[in-house]
């Protein structure tokens, strides 16, 4: 039945639904999910919204249709990323999500399909579950970020009663004892302004998951061990799983970029000697100001280091483009490649890849420790923070740039891990960490066992 796919020249019987967010960072995982659903027999419809809808192309295999997300063109522009996911969500959610019901109840009844089993979501669509009760589709959630992340916002309550929020500067290298490794500067929550606001959002997401028929979040068991137990321990959910990371589950290796991959990259890699190069990238969001532009390049420039440095378009703030200092080209001959976005699960796997300078998005962390890659941290917002102590201190993998960006500062961070003993030591638990992800991810593993759980789920469901 070519229409909704072949599954070893079996039927599909049943279709699952998905709904990722529309950022990189979050459809990346979404459909690497669904991907690996669509290998063990299930067709796949993929939910997007017009903002940062995703190719098609990328998939012929998937359905896509798309919902209204009502977000205002000069919000969309904005690139404001908390403004946007309200609009979708204030948007979705009007009229008692009439809209998103609309599409869904479409989309079941569509017979040319296998009958629906489940929506899969992204935990920050909140109009989600609602508009799936009102058709009788049951939810499935998946968390994008850690687990530690999910935790952290289940402790959101104590974090408050407890005196750890609101955050004050005083306090920001407190530890969180309940919550080692975290200090509060670690937490999320701190460059929300709103509190309350964030407070709403975090109950009706915890609701969202405890009213539904599972979890999946994109991590695996002997990651994150203690954060997974207390998660399971504490919701009231059938299951919680951790079948990641979840770009290594799946037979497929096609992107879902939003951006073109510039895959000259690769032939340039191929020209340098094993772990001799540092991959430079702050994910699909992250920008610096000019002055920071400037140390990042000149420090780059002055290690000597071959290096592989992702500038996109809206890398700098407040300019269109990024303009590199003079000199800066003829400084880096032969030696520096600067490209507006990479392959880069390809370019951690090559060998040519000995570190990896970070913003540490919960993705490039797990692509990063899955390929056994030594990190510069340099997180700015959200959860990298977190993503960021778990690197140094739990998993020791990476340590942290600190402090104001400064060139000499640049330079000494990247001789350290590229040259230094500690740097040895610290590729030395990389590589560790990278033989936990094959036993993971190998028959009988506990992340192939998490994801046939998850299929014979969706099947009783
Ligand atoms: N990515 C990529 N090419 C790049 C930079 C990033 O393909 O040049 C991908 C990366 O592999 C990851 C995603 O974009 O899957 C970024 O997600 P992450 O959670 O790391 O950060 P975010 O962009 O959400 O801040």
Redo the contacts with the bound molecule.
Sequence with gaps: EARSGDAGGRPRRRRVLVFPLP????I??MLQLADALHDRGLAVTVLHTGFNAPDPACRPEFQFVPVPDGVPGDVAASGDVIGILNAMNAAMEAEDSAALRGVLASVIDDEEQPPVACIVFDSNLLAVPRAAAAVGVKTLVLR??SAACFRCFMAYPMLHQKGYLPPQESKMYMPVKELPPLRVKDLFFNSWTDQQKMSNLLTRGIEAVNNSSGLVINTFDALEPAELETIREELSVPMVLAPGPL?KLSSKST?S?L?N??YDCIKWLDKHPSKSVLYV??????SLDTNEFLEVAWGLANSGHPFLW?V?QDSVRGLDGPSFPNGFEAAIEGRGKV???????E??AHGAVGGFW??????????SISEGVPMICRPQF?D?MMNTRYVEKTWGVGFELEGDLERGKIEKAIRKLMEEREGAQIRERAKELKKKVADCLSTGGSSQIAIDQFVNHILSL
């Design positions: 950022f990189q960072g979050h990346n995982p994008t970020a770009h992107g970029g951006l991959e510039d990238s702050f994910g699909s969001l992250a992702v996109r490209i507006q976005w990479a392959p880069q699960q370019v951690l970070t913003h540490n998005g919960w993705n490039s962390t797990l692509e959200a990298q």
